[in-house]
């Protein structure tokens, strides 16, 4: 946009003030201060942008009538003529006065704020350096265009965050953060590692203490070894001294052993003993002698009264055997007789029946038996009869039975004639989507999920007391709350500097005014205004004495002030003169004075500027509550309403998933509702009343599936019973067949039945047939069993025969009276065989007696053998020990006896002295070898010794257990292990905080790239251009800039000095660094342009600290760019008009010079 | 006959990045080792084996407790008394363990010799073990080449501390292959020196029984022994006996249904409960890993000490559980849509490409991370494997992978 033309109707000090800025090339705006340079800055933004409530411009022409007028060109070409009125309505109006739509002025506009406007577009001297200075800080609209996005704001608020946090962990050289805490000589970590140091068991420490209790066991074993060796001395020594009396009773035990010795011979060990024994064999030899000839003789008598009837005894065999047989024979003559009895009784009942069977018979009773052929044909005829009659029976119950079971089977059917058609209703369930009913309890739950989210968001943002329905509010947007907030910071900054100029100017104003009391409280100099009183009253007074003096009549009485007036006069000589002495105090006065009136100025232009941005900062106020109006909220905190724009959003975005959720439920609901309709008119038709309201949608299909299915088990069943009754019609059928069938077989059989009696000449009914030759069959029977009774009777008969014949040749053989009466044979058998056992006892007898009397010889002999042995070995011991007698044998035996007592005596002795545990010879030997007296004392001697030994084994002992109890201490105890586990939980503990704190400074690290980076790569070209700006501007002194990085990883300017070092801002001049500051900003506007968004550029004696050169070079500049922006420079520098001219080319540079107010 | 065979004891080692916090069942992981290896002798007297089979590994390498070599030799007389016999091989860190050079085992110990194979036989069971151990810590050869063929009549086992022809995490000590073994004809090898149970063959069974105590994140799930039964006819049988006390795992919770820190913490409690439930009484250390696309992402991570106290919180109400770690892997649902997305993408995308770069440079993350003031201050055993271990690749690029994720999240926080 351009602004062709700039009408200050009544705007500040301008009254119908036109500028022409149509021109291309530079236009500069030149007038002194106060002449309304930046009067005509802030118009072009108030024309632009609408003049604000309480704006400073309404003074000379009062706010209704403020009015600016303009001739704008669009970047297109297009004009737009426009008047700029104060009033809340309507306050666009065209040349005619004709309510203009603001919408024309916003497209011309290009969508540039205001804040744009005023902060890259019209900028005078202390904006360019408060942008230099917020560049410095980095922050600012400056810094935000060169280097700090809002999103790089947010990677530095990051890196503070994070250096935040590492610090809690860990810095270097501190003791606070945890880390520092846990890695110090002095931390947990080094703590625990010595508790496990102090643990640990080393092996070379073991291996010592078992080194130690081996040694300690060596002196221990060679001490016991000493006192083992000083015992066995003592041992000896006493044993010694304890043989004496021992010795001197063996010596008289071997004296008297040898006396005996010399009394006469002895006898050899076991003479004494086998002549005690012989004696005794051979008393017992005789006593046995005796009694066995006594005994012989016993027997023999006996003998001799035994006489047996050796006849019987001959024919003993014959006559056991009869006696064996005779109780056989007699049981079988018995059955004989029975036997014969039977018979006859079987023969008469034989007789007496057939007789009956047959009365005409004239035949013997032997009957023969029926034919089996007959018996098993009349069987057999008997047989196919029953099994006829029972088939034809159970033919006709089975006749009778399908009757009742066809009349039962079709009194099942159902009552209705007219069956229903399920098929509809199967149409109509299965026209259900079978998900439906899943679906919408899936969305029912998904809504009540959605329901309790917004509820849960409802509750987080419960802060901002929100309608319910936040879809139609209308809210501010983001960029215009980033906007405002950011007006909002703006304005509170300038009511901050405002603030403290105002402070500042007070407090120099405090200051000048306390110097200038000073100043006067010592003798000050006159002042002009001094000067002026006095002459004032010197002039006062010459004016009384005059008229006194020119006109003496007239009517004053007064004295004339002659005095006075000459006091006045040397006053005022005075005054001057001292002016003229204190010339130098005078103009100090005047200093202190131009220094107060200065302050008071500057302090209440401060105090104005203070009260205007408190002002703007109470309008931004209402705006912000006029933001919110229209959306019925109450108003946020500015700092809150991005959060409100997020609750609202989330809320909107949660309201609407919830609103799209009951949507498709209520259509899936209206689906399932017609479905519903569906099924009940279809179960009406079926005849079903459905079920009540408010019946689901799946009890609906429920009923109408359980009515279908009752509907079709009906049909089935009446099928399935239609079905049955058939097949027991068939049934009955073949039962009735069956039945006529069997009478026939019946008849055909009662045929053959009388071919058969007529064939047989048998009458009667089958069972009298059958009966018939059943008692035949019987009969023959009878005959047989007689026939076999018979013989069994003769069979006896033969057997009591032969007994009988046998008995009579033993009676004959034996000697004994024949059989008189047969009857008494077994009586004789019984009697001849007890006689026979008699006979047969006396026999045994005797010879028992015989084989007793041999043996009693036999005896009887050996005693007499075993007395002739004993004598002969009694001679044969006497021979031995060449003696005659027995007597000397006797004494010799007693000699032996007594030196075996001495010799047991003697060992007894011998053995108390092996006791000491060294054989007889050696105690002999010792015993002579030593002295009693010298044996004492030795013995006396050692026992010190061993009592000393035993003190040294006791310490070593001690000394030993102590050494074993060090090492069974080390006894693979835990308390190392624990501890090292206690080391490893303090580790993992650094680790954990270490890891942390790595993974922050890691975090910082790509943090610090990504920055340098987002730098490079989003402002190189801003950069660059400010680069050739600069350049141009100092003519080359600054050929580079660089956009560097400080430790804190902030954003600094450096400038390179011709290819030297690098320079900071802050170290540059001041023209330079202003120069700095408009390249910058001339830079930034590039993107504008881009964007077809160019505006005029205001420029409000940005140029005042350059130099000529520098200035020419900046003009030379603007030019070039004049072209793509309109230029407009206000300077109050006169040359500089003329620098543009050497500078620029004619036609380029076109200079307006403002008139100031005083001089209008 | 019945034989038991287990390896990699490593007794007295502790457990490794358990770090102490109020209430935590500090007691419990006491000498774990320890407690695992008393079950081992237990499970031996209880199965009444013939023989047990140790395939090297008793101690840790740098360990210097002599207590421990007592330790072991008193659980190895309880198995003397029982008159069990014990075949040991040493392995890598028994080679350079102080401790068995000085410790003197019991008699029914059979040591292997270290500079050639050796042959044990034991007629009474028919048994015969083939077995070298190291004679240093880093034996490269291959030991196994050594080894006889089988002895007839005999059921044969060999016994070695190896690494095959390599397994991950494990360095490749007296390699050989599988093939080998097999040729050797013996009924059952019995290796050791991998941490983790595997049955490399079944014909015949070649068996890595694994450790007996878990003792770091990196192994988890249960372990213990294998018990090996050799029927009349030289079939074999084997069977995994676990003996434990301390059960780590690495708990992934999804996060996904989460929509804060609150639901992420029940989520969590949940899975905590049932790793509890399934550890037969165990204590359980467990590292968690908050994972999934997440409404709760950013929260995780800009609380993340809070989670990670909630978290050890929750352990302690469950009790038997023990929380190493607590790590937010979760991803954000989506970036913001709201003001300033676009920023927000920009950024986001830079900041990714810049620990992109920082990435491809392998060595960047060591050099920056070897740089840093605290890293000279850390004192060595807190640098290395499992630890702070800036020489590894994989450990550089998750601390870069985390840097990433919290930058990415306190952007998309700071942007709400």
Excluded at chain 1, 939 to 963: H, K, M, S, V
């Amino acid at each position: 946009m351009r602004l062709d033309r700039l009408d200050l109707v009544k705007y500040g000090r301008f009254t119908d003030h036109v500028l022409d800025f149509s021109a291309p090339g530079v236009h500069l705006v030149v007038g002194p201060n106060e002449a309304g340079k930046s009067t005509m800055r802030n118009a072009v933004t108030d024309l632009l942008y609408g003049i604000p409530a309480r704006t400073t411009y309404g003074y000379l022409h009062g706010m209704q009538d403020l009015r600016i007028g303009a001739l704008l060109r669009a970047s297109d070409g297009s004009e737009l003529e426009i008047v700029r009125l104060k009033k809340i309505k309507d306050p666009l109006r065209t040349v005619g006065d004709k309510v203009l739509d603001p919408r024309e002025l916003q497209s011309i506009l290009a969508g540039v704020t205001k804040d744009d406007f005023t902060d890259v577009f019209a900028i005078d001297h202390e904006e360019l350096r408060a942008g230099g200075a917020a560049l410095l800080a980095g922050k600012g609209d400056l810094a935000k265009a060169l280097f700090e996005s809002r999103s790089s704001a947010q990677l530095t608020t990051l890196l503070a965050r994070l250096r935040e946090e590492h610090s809690q962990l860990y810095v270097p050289r501190g003791r606070i953060p945890v880390l520092n805490a846990a890695i110090g000589p002095e931390g947990s970590l080094s703590q625990a590692r010595r508790e496990l140091d102090e643990q640990i068991l080393r092996p070379e420490t073991y291996r010592e203490s078992e080194r130690a209790v081996d040694d300690a066991t060596k002196q221990y074993e060679g001490i016991s070894e000493d006192l083992k060796r000083a015992r066995a001395e003592q041992s000896r020594l006493t044993r010694i001294k304890q043989a004496y009396a021992g010795m001197e009773q063996r010596r008289q035990l071997l004296e008297e052993r040898a006396q005996l010795l010399a009394a006469g011979p002895l006898v050899a060990g076991d003479v004494g003993y086998r002549y005690d024994t012989l004696r005794s064999e051979r008393r017992e030899a005789e006593t046995i002698l005796r009694g066995f000839v006594d005994d012989v003789r016993e027997v023999e008598d006996e003998l001799r009264e035994h006489n047996p009837d050796l006849a019987v005894l001959a024919v003993a065999e014959t006559i056991t055997v009869l006696h064996a047989d005779a109780n056989g024979v007699e049981k079988a003559e018995k059955a004989g007789l029975k036997a014969a009895r039977s018979a006859d009784e079987l023969r008469g009942q034989a007789s007496s029946r057939l007789a009956r069977l047959r009365p005409d018979a004239s035949r013997a009773p032997e009957v023969e038996t029926v034919a089996p052929t007959l018996r098993a044909r009349v069987g057999e005829m008997i047989n196919e009869q029953t099994v006829l009659a029972t088939e034809l029976g159970a033919a006709r119950k089975q006749v009778k039975s399908r009757n009742r079971a066809l009349d039962a089977e079709l009194a099942k059917l159902p009552a209705d004639t007219e069956p229903v058609d399920h098929a509809p209703l199967a149409a109509v369930v299965k026209a259900v989507p079978s998900s439906l009913s899943s679906q919408i309890l899936a969305l029912e739950k998904q809504y009540t999920v959605a329901q309790a989210k917004l509820a849960k968001a409802r509750k987080r943002y419960a802060r901002f007391a929100l309608p319910e329905d936040v879809g139609d509010l209308t809210v501010p947007g983001a960029e215009e709350i980033a906007a405002y907030r950011k007006r909002i910071d703006d304005t509170d900054k300038a009511v901050a500097r405002c603030g403290e100029r105002v402070a500042l100017r007070t407090t120099e104003l405090a200051g000048h005014r306390r110097d200038l009391e000073n100043f006067l409280r010592q003798d000050p100099p006159p002042s002009e205004t001094d000067l002026a009183a006095s002459r004032a009253h010197r002039q006062e007074l010459w004016g009384q004495l005059h008229s006194g003096l020119v006109d003496p009549h007239s009517a004053s009485t007064a004295p004339l002030p002659v005095s006075e007036y000459e006091t006045a006069v040397a006053a005022s000589d005075e005054t001057v003169d001292r002016m003229r002495r204190d010339a130098q105090r005078m103009a100090e006065r005047s200093q202190l004075e131009e220094a107060v009136e200065k302050t008071e100025r500057l302090l209440s232009e401060a105090q104005e500027e203070h009260k205007v941005t408190v002002e703007d900062r109470q309008a931004l106020e209402t705006r912000w509550t006029e933001l919110w109006t229209p959306s019925g909220l109450p108003v946020p905190a500015v700092e809150a309403a991005t959060d409100l724009l997020t609750a609202l959003q989330t809320l909107r975005e949660q309201t609407d998933e919830r609103d799209a959720l009951l949507l498709t439920l209520d259509s899936d609901r209206a689906a399932a509702n017609a479905h519903a309709t569906r099924l009940r008119e279809a179960l009406a038709d079926a005849g079903y009343s459905a079920p009540p309201e408010p019946a689901s949608l799946n009890e609906l299909i429920e009923a109408t599936s359980a009515f279908h299915t009752t509907l079709a088990e009906t049909a089935k069943k009446r099928a399935r019973i239609t079905a049955a009754a058939e097949n027991l019609r068939n049934e009955l059928t073949d039962a009735q067949s069956e039945v006529t069938g069997l009478e026939t077989e019946l008849a055909d059989w009662d045929e053959k039945w009388k071919r058969q009696l007529a064939d047989n000449q048998l009458t009667g009914t089958p069972a009298q047939v059958a009966e018939s030759l059943s008692e035949l069959d019987e009969i023959a029977r009878l005959h047989a069993d007689a026939l076999r009774f018979q013989e069994q009777a003769d069979e006896a008969d033969n057997q009591v025969s032969t007994f009988t014949s046998r008995l009579d040749q033993a009676l004959a053989d034996a000697g004994r009276p024949p059989l008189t009466t047969p009857d008494r044979r077994y009586a004789v058998v019984r009697s001849l065989k007890e006689y026979l056992d008699r006979q047969s006892a006396s026999q045994d007898e005797i010879t028992r007696l015989t084989d007793r009397l041999a043996t009693l010889r036999g005896k009887l002999e050996s005693a007499r053998n075993n007395r002739a042995e004993a004598d002969k070995s009694v001679a044969v011991m006497l021979a031995e020990g060449l003696m005659h007698y027995e007597h000397e044998l006797v004494e010799a035996i007693e000699r032996t006896d007594a030196i075996r007592g001495l010799d047991k005596q003697l060992k007894a002795v011998e053995n108390s002295l092996a006791g000491a545990g060294v054989g007889i010879a050696q105690l002999e030997q010792e015993v002579a070898d030593h002295d009693p007296d010298e044996l004492t004392a030795l013995i006396a001697d050692l026992d010190a010794r061993i009592l000393q030994l035993e003190g040294d084994l006791g310490t070593r002992a001690a000394g030993l257990a102590r050494c074993k109890n060090t090492l069974e201490q080390m006894n693979g105890s835990d308390a190392a292990a624990i501890a090292a586990d206690a080391v490893e939980e303090q580790r993992a503990g650094i680790v954990h905080h270490a890891h942390d704190y790595l993974r922050l400074r890691l975090a910082e690290q790509i943090l610090l790239k990504s920055i340098e980076t987002y730098r490079q790569e989003n402002q190189a070209p801003v950069l660059r251009k400010a680069q050739h700006i600069f350049t141009r501007i100092t003519h080359g002194e600054y050929p580079e800039l660089v956009d560097d990085t400080d430790a804190d990883g902030k954003a600094v300017l450096r400038a390179r000095r011709g290819s030297g070092p690098l320079v900071d801002v802050e170290d540059m001049s001041e023209g330079t660094r202003d120069q700095l500051y408009l390249a910058l900003r001339l830079a930034s506007l590039d993107r504008y342009a881009d964007e077809g968004r160019a505006m005029p550029l205001l420029l409000d004696d940005v140029l005042m600290t350059f130099d000529d050169g520098r200035t020419g070079a900046g003009l030379s500049l603007l030019d070039e760019m004049a072209d793509r922006f309109q230029v407009i420079v206000f300077t109050h520098h006169e040359h500089i008009g003329r620098i543009a001219q050497d500078a620029l080319a004619a036609g380029r540079i076109h200079v307006h010079d403002l008139v100031p107010a005083s001089e209008r | 006959m019945k034989l038991l065979h287990a390896a990699d004891l490593h007794i007295d080692s502790p457990l490794h990045g358990l770090e102490k916090y109020p209430d935590a069942p500090v007691d419990m992981i006491r000498a774990a080792t320890r407690r695992a290896t008393e079950n081992l002798v237990a499970l031996t007297l209880d199965e009444q084996v013939d023989a047990v089979l140790l395939a090297g590994d008793v101690y840790d390498g740098d360990w210097r407790g002599y207590d421990t070599g007592l330790f072991f030799q008193r659980q190895l007389g309880i198995l003397g008394d029982a008159g069990i016999r014990v075949y040991l091989v040493s392995g890598n860190h028994d080679a350079q363990s102080q401790i068995t050079k000085n410790l003197r085992l019991p008699n029914n110990v059979r040591k292997f010799d270290t500079h050639q194979s050796q042959s044990i036989e034991d007629p009474h069971v028919g048994l015969i073990v083939h077995g070298q151990g190291y004679a240093r810590r880093d034996v490269m050869e291959n030991l196994a080449a050594d080894y006889p063929q089988a002895a007839p009549g005999m059921f044969n086992v060999g016994l070695l501390h190896t690494a095959l022809t390599g397994r991950a995490g494990h360095t490749k000590y007296a390699p050989c292959s599988v093939e080998e073994l097999v040729s050797r004809g013996y009924g059952y090898w019995a290796l050791g020196h991998v941490h983790t149970r595997e049955v490399v063959s079944e014909e015949p069974h070649i068996v890595f029984p694994g450790n007996i105590q878990g003792r770091s994140i990196r192994e988890t799930g249960p372990k213990g022994c294998t018990l090996v039964t050799v029927t009349d006819k030289g079939s074999v049988a084997v069977e995994h006996r676990d003996l434990d006390v301390v059960r780590w795992a690495h708990l992934r919770v999804d996060a996904a249904s989460a929509d804060d820190l609150d639901d992420v913490c029940e989520l969590v409690r949940t899975q905590l409960a049932a790793e509890r439930d399934q550890s037969d009484g165990r204590l359980v250390a467990a590292r968690v890993t908050v994972t999934g696309r997440s409404a709760a992402h950013a929260e995780l991570w800009r609380e993340r000490e809070r989670l990670t106290v909630e978290v050890r919180s929750i352990a302690v109400d469950l009790g038997e559980v023990w929380v190493e770690k607590v790590g937010p892997g979760t991803s954000p649902l989506d970036v913001g849509t709201g003001d300033g997305a676009n920023d927000i993408t920009d950024m986001i995308a830079g900041l990714l490409r810049t620990a992109k770069e920082l990435g491809t440079d392998e060595d960047a993350v060591r050099r920056f991370v070897e740089k840093d003031p605290l890293w000279s201050k850390l004192s060595g055993d807190v640098r290395g494997e499992d630890r702070l271990n800036s020489s590894s690749a994989e450990w550089c690029a998750q601390l870069l992978s985390e840097a990433s994720d919290l930058l990415v999240s306190m952007l998309q926080e700071g942007a709400r």
